[in-house]
Structures are given as C-alpha cells and as structure tokens.
C-alpha cells in the first residue's frame, strides 16, 4: 500500500466516522431546524436569523487561526505537542472570551430589546467556550474520532430534543437560542474533557524553542483572518439584510442559506481533516496531486448529486423542509446551489493555500471578496430585490475560487481531477434524466433518481476506492 493511499485511507476513516456523526446530527438539526422555522414562522425567525448570523461571525473570529496552526504543527511532527497545545488551548480561550464580551456590548447597544439582540446575547456563552474547539486537531491528526464523535451526537441528539420540545410548546425565540447556547457550552466542555490526556505533560516538557504567547498569536494572525472573511462574506449578507427587507423576506432567504449550509458540510469537515496531512505533503507533489485528486473525487461523487438533486426539486425540498409559507424561496435557493457547487472547489483550494504558507494571499483575495458581497448587497438588493443576494453568493464563491487557482495552477493536477470527475457527473445525468420522467410525484422522483445513481455508479466502478473498502461487500463488486 503506498503512502498515499495510506493517508487517504486514514482521511477516509476518520471522514467516514465523522461522516456518520455529521449525517446523524444534520438529520437532527434538520428535525429541529424544521419545528423551530414552522413555530416561529417567516417574521420572527427572519430576526432569529439575523441574531445568529451574527453569532457565526463572532464564532468564527474565536477560531482565529489557532486550531490551523496547532494542527498544522502536529502534522509536521512538532515536538512536545502536549506543551505547545496547552499554549494554544489557552491563547484560544483569552481570545474567544474577549469576542464573547464584544458579543455582550453589541447586543446591548445595537440591537437591545429586539429578538436579534436576544438571541446573541443568550449566544455569548457559547462563544466564550468555542476557543475550545482548538484540540479537535488532536482528534483529528490521530485519525482518533470516534470519541468526539460519541460526545458530538450525544449533545446533538439532547440538543434536537430540547429544540423541538420548545418549539411545539410555542416557545419564544430567545428561550430556542438560550437552550441551543447551553447544549453548545456542555459540547466544548465535554470535548475538551475527551482531549486533556493529550494535553497532560511531564516535568521536563518545554514550549519548542521561541514558541510564547505573541508569537503564537503572530502566527495565528493571518489563518485567522482569512478564516474570519471566509464566513464573513457567506454568512454577513443575513445581517445587513435584516436591516434591508422586512423579516418575512429575510426569513425566506434564510432557510435557502440553511440548506446551502447544510451541502457545505461535507467539504468544509473532510478539508478539516485533511490539513495535517496535506501540510505534512506540500513538499512532495506527486503525493500532494494525488491526495488532492482522492479528495475531489469525494466531493464529486457524495456532494455533487446532492447539489443538482436540490437545484432541480428546489421548491419542493423547501416546502418538503419548511412548510408552504417558505415555497417562494425555491429560487433563492436554486441559484444558490450554484455557490454550493462553486464552495466544493474553494473548500479543496483553501486548506492547500493555507499548508502552503501563503495565507497572505488568501486573506487579501477574502477582503476583496467581503467588499464586493458587502457593497453588492448595500447598493444593488434594495434596487433589485433580495434574490440579488443569491447571486452576490455566487458571484463571491467563484471570484475566491479564482483567486486561489491563480496561486496553485501549478500545483493542482487538474487532468487527474477531471479524470475522476467523468464517470460521477455521467452518473448524475443518468440520474436526473430518470427522475425528469416522474416530474408528478417528487418523492417518486427523487427515489428513482437516486437508485439509478447509485446502480450507475456501482456498475461503472466508479465510487472513491478508500470508501469502497469501507463498505463490506462493495469491493466484492469492483
């Protein structure tokens, strides 16, 4: 078996561990998302949206770069890993509890008294604890997962409850947000008790030479700002259109965004795995294409179908999900699974730019994208309607997606990935053309769509190698 394959093997196990955690807590998300979108209805759940956009961003600014580099440094075989994670843990924590304070002042003062204040303000919490999140790297650089994916989907399955419980009970959305808070506080608590054993040190463990605090925090910097514009030009458009439209409208366009964020999972999970290893192979490009092309051919053939299943039944996955009061937002969410094909590339591109060093790069092509989402949505939705938003979501995918091919056209295999992008996407058209025969019933037509994908691609040998071997009785086929 070579290295490659090895590596992969281990990033499909782990995926496929997490894989099963994320499909278990999606289902329930979606089960809770569902109660609480139909109970609060399209106004109220328009300003709960806004409120928790804001706290994605906020989220996303306590990650700030650490768990990259804490990563990337496990991954290149740093010494004294327990000692140097300690360090990260606690940087991390100083810095997600200043962003939980900032969280608290801009609740209080720019939005007191709303449903959006509320719900960031019972959100803050969660905030001060997500600097935690930072030795899930040890999980994953040890292929380790099923501990965290055991705390993951016990918190996830009491969560779903709690969220659907209140929901039926009619309850208001700052109670929604608060239990939805204290589930998240219980998550990082208990992950960080599942790590400790990796964090413990002997008396004679040292910090690697020159490694303190600053410097820490210099390195983190420019990860954690182009981390922090990656979420902020996909998710700011909730807030500034809170302030736009009127609250029904904004809460269309926000189950459109839910179910776009729901097809980014699979990408932004697997690229979170893979950074260890694809910084421990940026010096050999053989094994980098390679593992670069494994990766694509995931995508193309787990992800992909899911995208044009959802951009061709896109009015009734939103009723399906949402009820009737949200069937108008089948057009937003049509054009946006053109961002979500887009973000598939630009999750592959990003990981690789950042185990290149070269995120100065990625921070400055995140800032031009931020700006041009920001002053789109400020300048052209109010003339031409919100739907102007979906495209500004694509139109930013496919510029980041450009800016990062320009920094790696040299290092990107693009014949191989092509290659394993052939038989899936002639899979997809068989599948879509099949289920375009049974356009009355849309359950009628999504079963023989996807029957007709999975017998397609398991009669062309056409599924990712490292998850056939995962499926006993699949390689027995090939």
Same mark, same amino acid.
């Given at each position: 078996?070579?290295?490659?394959?090895?590596?992969?093997?281990?990033?499909?196990?782990?995926?496929?561990?997490?894989?099963?955690?994320?499909?278990?807590?999606?289902?329930?998300?979606?089960?809770?998302a569902?109660?609480?979108?139909?109970?609060?209805?399209?106004?109220h759940?328009?300003?709960?949206?806004?409120?928790?956009?804001?706290?994605?961003?906020?989220?996303a600014?306590?990650e700030?770069?650490?768990?990259?580099?804490?990563?990337?440094?496990i991954?290149?075989?740093?010494?004294?890993?327990?000692?140097?994670?300690?360090?990260?843990l606690?940087?991390?924590?100083?810095?997600?509890?200043?962003?939980?304070?900032?969280?608290?002042?801009?609740?209080?003062?720019?939005?007191?008294?709303?449903?959006?204040?509320?719900?960031?303000?019972?959100?803050?919490?969660?905030?001060?604890?997500?600097?935690?999140s930072v030795?899930?790297?040890?999980?994953?650089?040890?292929?380790?997962?099923?501990?965290?994916?055991?705390?993951?989907?016990?918190?996830?399955?009491?969560?779903?409850v709690?969220?659907?419980?209140?929901?039926?009970?009619?309850?208001?959305?700052?109670?929604?947000?608060?239990?939805?808070?204290?589930?998240?506080?219980v998550?990082?608590?208990?992950?960080l008790?599942?790590?400790?054993?990796?964090?413990r040190?002997?008396?004679?463990?040292?910090?690697?030479?020159?490694?303190?605090?600053?410097?820490?925090?210099?390195?983190?910097?420019?990860?954690?700002?182009?981390s922090?514009?990656?979420?902020?030009?996909?998710?700011?458009?909730?807030?500034?259109?809170?302030?736009?439209?009127?609250?029904?409208?904004?809460?269309?366009?926000?189950?459109?965004?839910?179910?776009?964020?729901?097809?980014?999972?699979?990408?932004?999970?697997?690229?979170?795995?893979?950074l260890?290893?694809?910084?421990?192979?940026w010096?050999d490009?053989?094994?980098?294409?390679?593992?670069?092309a494994r990766?694509?051919?995931?995508?193309?053939?787990l992800?992909?179908?899911?995208?044009?299943?959802?951009a061709?039944h896109?009015?009734?996955?939103?009723t399906?999900?949402f009820?009737? !009061?949200? /069937?108008?937002?089948?057009? +937003?969410?049509?054009?946006?699974?053109?961002? =979500?094909?887009? $973000?598939? #590339?630009?999750? @592959?591109?990003?990981?690789?730019?950042m185990a290149?060093?070269?995120v100065?790069?990625?921070?400055?092509?995140?800032?031009?994208?931020?700006?041009?989402?920001?002053?789109?949505?400020?300048?052209?939705?109010?003339?031409?309607?919100?739907?102007?938003?979906?495209?500004?979501?694509?139109?930013?995918?496919?510029?980041?997606?450009?800016?990062?091919?320009?920094?790696?056209?040299?290092?990107?295999?693009?014949?191989?990935?092509?290659?394993?992008?052939?038989?899936p996407?002639?899979?997809i058209?068989?599948?879509?053309?099949?289920?375009?025969?049974?356009?009355?019933?849309?359950?009628?037509?999504? !079963?023989? /769509?996807?029957?007709?994908? +999975?017998?397609?691609?398991?009669?062309?040998? =056409?599924?990712? $190698?490292? #998850?056939?071997? @995962?499926?006993?009785?699949?390689?027995?086929v090939?």
């Amino acid at each position: 078996m070579s290295a490659t394959t090895e590596s992969t093997e281990k990033i499909a196990g782990s995926a496929g561990l997490l894989v099963i955690r994320k499909v278990v807590a999606s289902a329930l998300s979606a089960l809770s998302a569902i109660a609480v979108v139909r109970s609060l209805g399209p106004d109220h759940f328009g300003q709960y949206a806004a409120g928790m956009a804001t706290y994605y961003l906020l989220t996303a600014l306590t990650e700030f770069g650490f768990g990259q580099v804490l990563g990337m440094a496990i991954g290149r075989g740093a010494t004294n890993e327990a000692r140097f994670g300690r360090l990260v843990l606690r940087v991390s924590i100083a810095w997600s509890t200043a962003v939980a304070v900032a969280g608290v002042v801009v609740a209080a003062f720019f939005a007191f008294g709303t449903i959006r204040g509320g719900t960031l303000l019972v959100m803050t919490p969660a905030v001060a604890l997500a600097g935690t999140s930072v030795v899930r790297q040890f999980f994953y650089a040890r292929h380790e997962i099923g501990r965290m994916a055991a705390v993951d989907l016990s918190t996830s399955l009491v969560t779903a409850v709690a969220l659907i419980g209140l929901a039926l009970t009619g309850a208001p959305a700052v109670l929604i947000a608060a239990a939805a808070s204290a589930m998240s506080v219980v998550n990082s608590a208990l992950v960080l008790r599942a790590a400790w054993p990796w964090l413990r040190t002997g008396p004679g463990d040292q910090v690697r030479s020159g490694t303190t605090a600053p410097r820490l925090f210099r390195d983190a910097v420019p990860i954690g700002i182009a981390s922090f514009l990656a979420t902020a030009y996909g998710s700011i458009d909730l807030v500034l259109l809170s302030s736009l439209f009127s609250s029904e409208v904004v809460g269309q366009y926000a189950g459109a965004v839910k179910v776009l964020n729901i097809l980014a999972i699979f990408p932004g999970l697997v690229m979170s795995i893979a950074l260890p290893q694809i910084a421990a192979d940026w010096n050999d490009p053989d094994r980098l294409g390679h593992l670069l092309a494994r990766l694509w051919h995931w995508f193309v053939a787990l992800v992909m179908p899911a995208i044009v299943v959802v951009a061709v039944h896109a009015t009734d996955t939103m009723t399906v999900l949402f009820g009737d !009061a949200y /069937s108008s937002a089948g057009d +937003l969410l049509r054009v946006l699974t053109i961002a =979500a094909a887009a $973000a598939m #590339f630009s999750n @592959l591109l990003g990981v690789v730019v950042m185990a290149a060093d070269r995120v100065r790069w990625l921070v400055t092509q995140n800032i031009i994208a931020l700006v041009l989402n920001v002053a789109g949505n400020l300048w052209l939705a109010p003339r031409f309607g919100i739907v102007t938003a979906a495209w500004l979501t694509v139109a930013t995918e496919v510029f980041v997606c450009w800016g990062s091919w320009l920094l790696l056209r040299n290092r990107i295999p693009v014949g191989h990935l092509l290659r394993v992008s052939l038989l899936p996407l002639v899979a997809i058209t068989i599948a879509v053309v099949a289920g375009a025969l049974f356009t009355s019933s849309f359950w009628l037509a999504l !079963a023989v /769509s996807v029957l007709c994908y +999975l017998a397609a691609m398991t009669l062309m040998r =056409a599924w990712p $190698a490292e #998850f056939v071997r @995962l499926i006993p009785g699949m390689a027995r086929v090939r």
